[in-house]
């Protein structure tokens, strides 16, 4: 009798364990503005990704990619981020220039999976004489809100093309949304710069009458600028597909790669939980490409050399390889701190006082 009453106790509290096991964990994933790319693909990975994995995971909205980065370091609960390739190598530059702050906050941040190129789009004025993206010297420029990925790729572009930091008497940065009706009301600002993965729904929400109120830059490989420009962006086109009532063909553009970011968590449950979505990511891979952002589907589930100063996170690229080496077709497609004035691009990456 004995036996048996102590089997009963046991069995139930394997019972009231059973719950705890498989209950999910809450992480989170910052992402971009509501109108974004971004948030769409932290939505899917929320809906395809994490359940299997015994993860729920909360899609947060947020200013862009530098304050992902800050938020991955600093916030309690955020355990993913999307980031814009440039943001980050603008933080490790730094970094290894011997900006503190900089340092500090790139240093235990992690890329669990290079994803897709983000399109630079330049909006004018449909009646606006430029039609090139070289020509936006000294012009009124939006260049994306503060600590986004926008502001410092339109920062970073600018520099690039001219030699010089974006004029801060003729700058703006508000939300694209704000800028957009400014540039085509009170006309305030000449040039609207915003960094989305097409089709973007920003464009795509807008109505046939638009294309009689605002155009798209063109990119010209050919100019001057374009040499030291491409590398470190990527030539793409803008299509009429995606943008049906703003285009009437194709157009070329410039475009910037999205990676999913992590953190070196030293807790090795954070790690395991981690190495589960990965695994639930390459397994789940082929819905994100059916039913997801069509982003989903210029996505390669590889892992590619990264560039100087840039580490994979060690648990989720042993599950990436494991699974891809199961499944080889899956490989295809399917104030500073220095006390000095603050430079523009440490301002926008949010790394002065």
Not at 1 to 15: H, P, Q, T, V
Not at 138 to 148: V, Y
Not at 234 to 261: E, M, Q
Request: proline letters at 6%.
């Amino acid at each position: 009798m004995n036996k048996i009453f102590l089997s009963m106790l046991l069995a139930a509290g394997l019972l009231c364990q059973a719950p705890a096991a498989v209950a999910a964990v809450d992480y989170k994933i910052v992402t971009a503005s509501e109108r974004g790319t971004y948030i769409r693909i932290g939505r899917d990975l929320a809906e395809f990704v994490a359940p299997a994995a015994d993860i729920k995971l909360d899609v947060l909205p947020s200013a862009g990619s530098a304050d992902n980065a800050r938020r991955l370091r600093y916030e309690p609960g955020v355990k993913l981020a999307l980031v814009q390739s440039d943001v980050y190598q603008s933080f490790v530059d730094l970094a290894a220039s011997g900006n503190p702050a900089a340092r500090t906050l790139i240093r235990p941040l992690r890329v669990i999976l290079p994803l897709y190129n983000e399109e630079i789009h330049f909006v004018v004025r449909a009646d606006s004489p430029r039609n090139f993206i070289h020509e936006i010297y000294n012009a009124r420029l939006n260049a994306g809100e503060q600590g986004s990925g926008t502001a410092l790729t339109s920062a970073t572009l600018y520099r690039l093309m001219f030699h010089q930091a974006m004029p801060e008497a003729s700058t703006t940065y508000l939300s694209n949304e704000e800028a957009l009706a400014k540039l085509v009301t009170d006309k305030t600002i000449d040039v609207v710069a915003v960094v989305a993965g097409q089709p973007a729904k920003l464009f795509v929400d807008m109505k046939p009458e638009s294309r009689k109120l605002i155009k798209l830059l063109k990119f010209d490989p050919n100019h001057a600028s374009s040499k030291a420009v491409l590398e470190t962006y990527f030539p793409a086109n803008l299509r009429v597909s995606n943008y049906a009532n703003l285009l009437t063909t194709d157009i070329p553009g410039l475009a910037v790669k999205a990676f999913l970011v992590t953190y070196e968590f030293e807790r090795a449950e954070t790690g395991r939980n981690l190495q589960k979505m990965a695994r639930s990511l390459c397994r789940n891979f082929g819905v994100l490409q059916e039913k997801g952002h069509p982003k989903w589907r210029e996505v390669d589930l590889a892992l590619p050399k990264l560039g100087r100063g840039w580490t994979y996170y060690a648990p989720t690229t042993r599950e990436l390889r494991s699974c891809m080496a199961a499944k080889p077709g899956l490989e295809t497609r399917v104030k500073s701190p220095s006390g000095k004035a603050c430079p523009q691009q440490e301002r926008i990456l949010g790394l002065c006082e």
